[in-house]
């Protein structure tokens, strides 16, 4: 394998995103739809008048109830959120292993990826909060050291689940292989987050502007189109994000240690698939001009020709 650009980064992860859409999509509905069914309930328990929602651009935990009702509208937003960081958690989790298959050149399966996930999401969990408490002090003390934590901890995550490291290990080994690649690592993990807010906010909002039709009417209404906005957002801000920080890992120990894709395989669980059908380790040096998600063993050499009577 050889380095990859930050261009090339991201048209890795592009091509990964839309080969195994369905995959992703099938990952986060299942994520997803449970905390947007139970926001939707707080919302028809707590708000009796649809015109005290917000109608566009904003999210219904932005609602104005009735001082009887705050109590029940404040536990019911507590509920939410404490699913929406645990199940978050689960669908970048799984996002990363479907990405991990994917870059095999194997089909990423979603209930797999999904197991793969909740075996982990404690430790995700934990070494997503060890980053926020760590960057978020930097940026307490001074904006700039927060902003070069949080970057320097990127693959954290990654390191997390396909090397084993875990809690402060996970940090200390992403920093490390970041030194050095920082602002290329920055630039494209914020590119992925930009491409992805972006074309999942655009998505939302055309669905958002449902509430100016009849179904924004009633709370119901209301309620309904703000989960199934939120929830396509999330289609977009939570798989491409993911796999962009993936591939960023891999970049970075191809650069650093020589990493082999092999190595990645035996850790996942995952065989690249070869032409004939069959198991084969992947060639040392590609031919660059083939894309990265698609290598395969090359064919073996044909047989040299009979010699001359």
């Known amino acids: 394998m050889r380095p990859l ?7 890795v992860s592009i091509n990964i ?30 708000v009796n008048d ?49 990405v991990g298959d994917a870059y095999l050149g194997s089909r990423p399966d979603w209930r797999s990826s999904l197991s793969f996930a909740a075996r982990r999401f404690h430790s995700v969990l934990w070494v997503t909060f060890l980053t926020t ?33 875990k809690g402060s290990r996970a940090l200390r080994r992403s920093f490390r292989l970041v030194r050095g690649r920082w602002w290329a690592v920055t630039g494209a993990v914020l590119c992925g987050y930009l491409i992805a807010f972006v074309v999942g906010g655009v998505v939302q909002s055309i669905v958002s502007a449902l509430v100016f039709t009849d179904a924004g009417n009633s709370v119901l209404g209301v309620a309904v189109i703000d989960a199934v906005a939120n929830g396509i957002g999330q ?17 970075l120990r191809v650069r650093k240690e020589g ?26 040096a ?18 040299p020709p009979p010699p001359a009577p």
């Open 133 to 165: 408490l760590v960057a978020g002090l930097g940026l307490i003390l001074l904006i700039v050291p927060g902003i070069w934590l949080w970057f320097s901890f990127v693959a954290a995550v990654p390191v997390l689940l396909f090397e084993g490291l």
């Open 5 to 11: 650009r930050v261009g090339e980064i991201l048209d």
């Open 235 to 251: 289609l977009f801000t939570t798989p491409f994000p993911a796999a962009v920080t993936a591939v960023v890992y891999y970049d």
């Open 50 to 98: 649809p015109d005290l929602l917000p109608k566009f651009g904003t999210t219904s935990g932005n609602a104005r109830v009735s001082h009887g009702d705050q109590a029940a509208y404040v536990g019911g937003q507590a509920v939410v959120s404490i699913l929406t960081v645990v199940l978050y958690a689960i669908a970048t989790a799984a996002c990363f292993k479907a």
């Open 259 to 284: 990493f082999d894709l092999q190595l990645l395989a035996e850790r996942l669980g995952v065989t690249p698939p070869s032409p004939g059908g069959a198991a084969q380790p992947w060639p040392s």
């Open 286 to 303: 590609p031919d660059a001009s083939v894309p990265v998600w698609e290598r395969q063993a090359p064919p073996p050499p044909p047989p």
């Open 17 to 46: 995103f839309k080969r195994n859409f369905l995959t992703f999509l099938k990952v986060v509905l299942v994520l997803v739809v449970p905390v947007q069914i139970v926001s939707v309930i707080v919302l028809v328990s707590t």
